[in-house]
């Protein structure tokens, strides 16, 4: 569970990471595309740049593909919390990760098309003490992070597996953005506390 955790938090702050040096390999023009995609993507939403402020879009289908069925089931004004909502908890993780872990740095290997219109962007995470985990990134057609696999774990599916639980039997007909954001930052809470200050002497 602990492992689990650790990839929710590494995955969900989403663009903590510095790209590396070497061109990754691309199959096709689509790939390579993707590839530059997520790397401007790390740009873009360092903290120097801003962290997420200006890129929510950018997470928005990655924030709908974890919320599953329970996206579906939210009104139209709930779904719109929910967008900036889950910007928000990102950008938290985001901020949390670089407290954790600074200095992480991403090389990109290499991209391929997969099914349904999709790109696979496999790279490496690396911390200055040289620990590295692998990290998959899943593009869709129109350039937007669909999904990300960390160590091979789903971290769509973690997401929408833990907001699921909270209701076995089906969502409520009131069902609120705020529910379905609450197992989400509990998890990020444990995985990646925030830190206290030093109490005064």
């Known amino acids: 569970m602990q492992l689990i ?6 995955a969900i702050g989403l ?31 360092l903290p120097a740049q801003g962290g997420l402020r200006g890129n929510c879009g950018e997470i928005a289908a990655f924030g709908r593909f974890a919320a599953g069925h329970l996206w579906r089931a939210l009104s139209n004004n709930e ?9 928000l908890l990102a950008g938290d993780a985001v901020s949390r990760l670089h407290g ?15 099914a349904q219109d999709m790109v696979t962007v496999h790279s490496m995470v690396t911390t200055q003490g040289g620990q590295s985990w692998p990290v998959d990134w899943l593009v869709s057609g129109q350039s937007r992070l669909a999904d990300l696999r960390v160590v ?42 925030v830190p206290h200050a030093a109490p005064p002497r």
């Open 15 to 45: 663009l903590a990471f510095t790209a590396g040096p070497t061109a990754p390999r691309a199959e096709t023009p689509r790939a390579a595309v993707a590839a530059s995609y997520i790397r401007t993507l790390f740009d873009a939403t």
């Open 79 to 87: 779904r719109q919390n929910f967008a900036g909502e889950f910007c």
């Open 5 to 10: 955790l650790s990839a929710l938090s590494l």
């Open 152 to 193: 091979g774990i789903s971290i769509g599916i973690f997401l929408r597996s833990t907001a699921a639980l909270e209701w076995p039997q089906g969502p409520p007909d009131s069902l609120t953005s705020a529910a379905i954001l609450a197992p989400w930052r509990q998890a990020l809470d444990r995985a990646l506390p």
């Open 100 to 114: 954790a872990f600074p200095g992480l740095i991403l090389t990109v290997r290499e991209a391929h098309d997969v």
